[in-house]
């Protein structure tokens, strides 16, 4: 089998075991079998083991590095996104409640690409060919996986939040339960707080409650992600200022692609300042985290697909 | 009748710098820099595609004009876009001295003591079986080694850690000042043309050599080098599918007087600097010598840089044929030949016979098709073909290395020839002395973020009092960020301080489930 046959074979096989591990993580957190959770890693780590042999079957194809265009790009994205997850979150910060929503990332990611940008492995044009590219590339790439994890993590803190708010609002005046984001599940682990009204009937701890892990977990997960992905992101605007330098003879243009990943590091440089410095925990600095991916995802696909500009290199 | 005083000029004053110094300030100017941004590019903007701009305006009647006037089709250059800037690098600075000062102070000085030391967030006690001195003596090489500083007096014990990220933050954030003065000087000071070289001749750079506009910074001075540039050659090469594969300039500079300085070859990615100015491979084209005569008398033979037509959807650019024009405006009327080249003769037959558009990658036996008009020239522009007040007198096809005659009526006897194609180099050249200074700032940029994002501040404290049987010890401390891996480096501290006794016993509770509940 040729190197290019071999690539879209594992790309397909990776996007089934993406779309699988994902339904199995899923399952895990509405039945919360850990037999479900240790079949949904597995099927996931072969699909990561799948989707790394489509990346490198691809350079072996086209004869150079494998993120040359959209497609490659958003096969290296998912990649990223999964491992990335699975290191860090399920891993460092043992939570394993994100993984399914960061596989349904990745299956996005790879399914848009399959339909929207499908290129031949083919040589690069020349302005593409250069090593800061190659640089520029990874690091864009990598702090997108990162904040890519740090949104979804917000989302769901945002989700988790106020489920857990109105949980609390139940515990003070007997408001109904929500039915999105689960607070208080039957099924769950509870742990017993005493009811603060002394009735003697214990009530649930909203934070422990519910599918999710609790918001200041899923908070502090998604900063760390972040605070991780900036500097990257930083050295990925600064590399491709020197390759454009090169290239265009301007480091800088507020060419279209540009001028979005400047929004992007600052809405988020925006963020890890409400976070840190003014002490803007919660909603308010999670709500400026979201607009970050917003941006982040307008930076990855609008520009390429309808906002003209020199970077715009879809089709390779 | 009393009007009640307004605020002083010095209340003013020192009401605008309050809200220049909060840090709130400076990041909505940096949100609104950013909203600015976006409008730049959902905006056609002039100095990239005026064309589209100018199309924008045709459709967009009043909204257009007044989208124009306030700037916002030259988004990065208006006065807004500068004001802006201004303001938010006058409120950075205004942030940024006091905590500067403030560093400096915390730098200088050493450590300080404290007094209630189970008043921190996490504290303990112990009970040891040696002297208070002794304890103090070892809690303080305990903490130097692990590179806090310490500040000892008597038996207390005074210990931080982590100025570093204040310091990397300050780097960070000064560093954008240094970016400013480096676009500031390199942009003022430099400029960006393009020059069109053809084979076998040399460009001057003056600035009436300049294709088209020429960008200039408000302090160039005009000082353009007078560095000549010889295109030797020109190369581009293709795949067998019609992809690019590179564009090479081979080039020989010359100095004011002429004489060689060496030969290069730059292309795309791979500019080359002389005299302080950057040179970059941007474009290309064919520019086929052609002589013309009438009644034998010559009248041009030069080279002719021609476009190319612009390619219809889904139609190669490289299937396109090029355009020029020769003018004579010696006789009476003006004469003008425009001229159609096909660089690769087969992609014309294929397309006369077939219909299909055929790539033009090589030279293979070029055709150039021309057209004689006479008239009164309207645009006497080399580059431009208009045919306003012309008519045509004649046409023909022109083969390389042959020549064509006709008659052109109340003219004379026209012949044409085609000795040659070349092929012409399009260079950016430009001149940024602020590089060095833009690439300095970003590495400095990275190099504070890192610190200012990872590394921690924490602080303790050892205070040791004589006890009966030996000494009674207390230790105290904080971190401000990463709180949670604190608690564990704090326990370490706390059993390295009691390691030396036997019985060292600790007395006190660690940090309860709720207080953890708000670590971040
Ligand atoms: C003008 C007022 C500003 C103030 C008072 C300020 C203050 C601070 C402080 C205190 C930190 C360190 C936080 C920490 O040590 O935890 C910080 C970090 C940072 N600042 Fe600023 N800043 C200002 C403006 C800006 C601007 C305009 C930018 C963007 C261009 C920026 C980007 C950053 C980034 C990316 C960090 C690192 C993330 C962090 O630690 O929070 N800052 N800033």
Redesign the pocket.
Known sequence: MNAARLSSTAFDLTLWLYLGAMVLSFAYLAARRDLLWKVARVVAIAGASANLVSIVARGVAAQRVPWGNMFEYSTVLAFLVVVGTLVFVEGVAKIKTLTGFSLMFSVLTLAIAAMFFPVEPSPLQPALNSYWIKIHVVAAITGSSLFAIGGIATILFLIKDRSERRALSVLRDGTPPPIMGGAIEIDAPHDLLPDPEGSGTPAPDPARGGVLPSAAALDRVAYRVIAFA?PIWTFAVIAGAIWAQDAWGRYWGWDPKETWSFVTW?IF?GY??A???AGWKGRRAAVIAVVGFVSLLITYYAVNLWIVGLHSYKNG | MTTRPGPTVRQSVALVWRTLRS?R???IL?LVLAVGSVIGSLLPQIPNSPERVGRYLDDHGVWGTFLFRAGFFDVYGSWWFALITTL?FV??A???FP?TRAMMRALRQRPVQARELDAFRHHAELRVDHGPDAVAADAARYLRRKRFRVSRQDDGVAAEKGVL??VG?LL??WA?FLLLVGVIVGKGTGFTGRAVVTEGETWIDARANYDGEIRTGRYFGGAHTGLGIELLDFDDSYRRNGLPIDFVSRLRFRDREGSPLGVEEIRVNHPTSRDGVRIFQEGFGWAPVVTAALDGESMWSSPIEMTRDEAPDGVPATAMPWRGAIKLTAPEPDVMISLELWSDYRAFANLQLTGRPTPMLVQFDPLIRYSVYVGRIADPARSSIDTRGLRRVARGDLHAARSDGTDVPGVGELTLSFPELRQYSVLLISRDVGIPMVLAAAILVLVG?IP??YVSRRKVWVRAEAAPGGALVKIGGFAL?RKDSFENEFDAIVRAVGARSSASQRTSERPGPDERVTTS
Do not use: D, G, K, V
């Open positions: 900036f600052t440089a890890l300042h976070r840190s410095t | 840090m300030t400076a990041l940096l938010l409120s950075l205004a942030c940024l905590r990220r204040e933050s960070f954030h954008f973020l200012a994002l960020q």
